[in-house]
């Protein structure tokens, strides 16, 4: 493997988990937690995610072989997802907490 491959892989994972912006998401789950059990929540946590990404990593591929999924059938999916879940961000309108459209202000 060459260091440009390693280190687009590196970069794309990391946008992907995203480590600085779970951080806020993180401090606000475990806020009424000691310290003990808020260090136990997040080594848990990050081993959960090494063996959920470790085996996506192994078994990925044959899990899409298995179900007749070719890579570039998948990469379109997700990009169609993508593109409707930025659109949704884009046109969605502000709604409260039961799901109405809240009243501007």
Same mark, same amino acid.
């Given at each position: 493997m060459k260091w440009n491959e390693?280190?687009?892989?590196?970069?794309?994972?990391?946008?992907?988990?995203?480590p600085l912006g779970t951080?806020?998401?993180?401090?606000?789950v475990t806020k009424d937690l000691p310290a003990a059990q808020r260090?136990?929540?997040a080594v848990r946590a990050t081993i959960i995610a090494f063996f959920i990404m470790a085996g996506f990593l192994y078994l990925g591929q044959y899990l899409l072989d298995a179900m007749?999924?070719?890579? !570039?059938? =998948?990469?379109? %999916?997700?990009?169609? !997802?993508? =593109?409707?879940? %930025?659109l949704s961000m884009i046109f969605s309108?502000?709604?409260d907490r039961r799901g109405?459209?809240?009243?501007?202000?």
């Open positions: 390693l280190l687009f892989d590196f970069v794309t994972l990391w946008v992907t988990v995203d951080v806020p998401l993180y401090l606000s260090k136990r929540a007749h999924i070719e890579m !570039v059938s =998948f990469q379109i %999916a997700g990009g169609i !997802v993508l =593109f409707l879940f %930025a309108q502000h709604c109405s459209p809240a009243h501007p202000r």
